[in-house]
């Protein structure tokens, strides 16, 4: 496969994310400071650094950009508070357009905060997140809805990130997932991906991609048991995609079901976000190859990538390419890394 002249077209690509547009927070601790509290002698965390980054619909951004695509810009709903403000210096740095994210104040920004043992380096206490648990306030519902229509024919990738836990409180509501599967039944020639962690069943006419937990789950609410190819017709007449981790993904299409191999690791460091940069470079290679299956290939390795670095991780489009090279020639993963450190 020709991956560098596919990769030298994603600067052509548009790609509009819709969804929940988060906050990663990564707050490192260090146990030795961590001392009862004088006043209520309640135990502490002493957080002495934190790094943030984009999450959930964000970190599908932050992956676009990273690959090369020409125009990356964000829709989604954040509070009127320090970590909106973050979340919004953090995207503009990455290139990323947040100009149709709508701010309110009778929400807060959707926030993970992640506790890091600094002796350790491991994530090893409770994280504590900033939801949203109450239906949208109606005038933010609205507005998003409107920037949408105002916005979507200016791209020609759009991708759903319906990454909220809780029944109500994410982005996507039930009236923006009609405007959604709207949008994508009358323009066939745009490509609607999904991706949602706990409703994926309730999208209609776009491409579904789930992860295997997602699918299975989503299926046995529908059917009563594990059915892709009733699952994807559920959808709508598109094709699914549902990701297995080491065992690849498959491709699930009106009449076929294949598997789609993992592009090999060296060492699994750690496996957050790993849907999100494969749905990052699912989008960018099937606008300019036209080809799902290579798509999907392309987002294994996207995703490769991306699990070998801590945190939500990016790949850029060099380091996919060189990845690439070493695998078509036979090399071996432990051939990369030595290349990579010898650089």
Known sequence: ??????????????????GDICLDRWCHYDPRESEPSRETKIPRLGIVSTETTPGAGGTVANNLASLGAGH?????????????????????????DYRLLVASPRMQTFTYSKLINVSTGKEDRPRFDFINNRPLPSEVEDQLIANFHKAYE???????????????????????????????ERNPGKIVIADSRA???????TIAKANRE?????????????????LRS????????????????????????RRIPAAPIKQLVDHCGAGDSFAAGLALA???????????????????ITIEKRGTGTATAAEVLE????LENGRSEEDLAASSAVS
């Open 1 to 18: 496969m020709k991956w560098a002249s596919l990769v030298d077209k994603f600067k052509t690509c548009r790609v509009l994310v819709v």
């Open 72 to 96: 990356v810009a964000v829709l989604g709903a954040i509070g009127q508070d320090g970590f909106g403000f973050e979340l919004e210096r953090i995207l503009a740095a990455q290139n990323v």
């Open 154 to 184: 200016g791209f020609d990738v759009i991708v759903a990130a319906d990454q909220a836990e809780t029944e109500h409180g994410g982005v996507i509501s039930d009236a923006f997932r009609e405007v959604i599967a709207d949008v994508a």
């Open 199 to 205: 409703r994926i069943e309730r999208f209609r006419n």
């Open 214 to 230: 997602e699918a299975v789950t989503a299926s046995k609410k529908l059917f009563g048991k594990i059915d892709y190819q009733a």
């Open 234 to 257: 559920a959808i709508g007449n598109r094709p699914m995609i549902v990701t297995e981790g080491p065992r690849g993904a498959w491709l699930v299409e009106e009449r076929s079901k």
């Open 286 to 304: 099937l606008r300019v190859s036209g080809d799902l299956e290579v798509a999907a290939r392309f987002g294994t390795l996207v995703s490769s």
């Open 323 to 326: 990845k690439a090279r070493f």
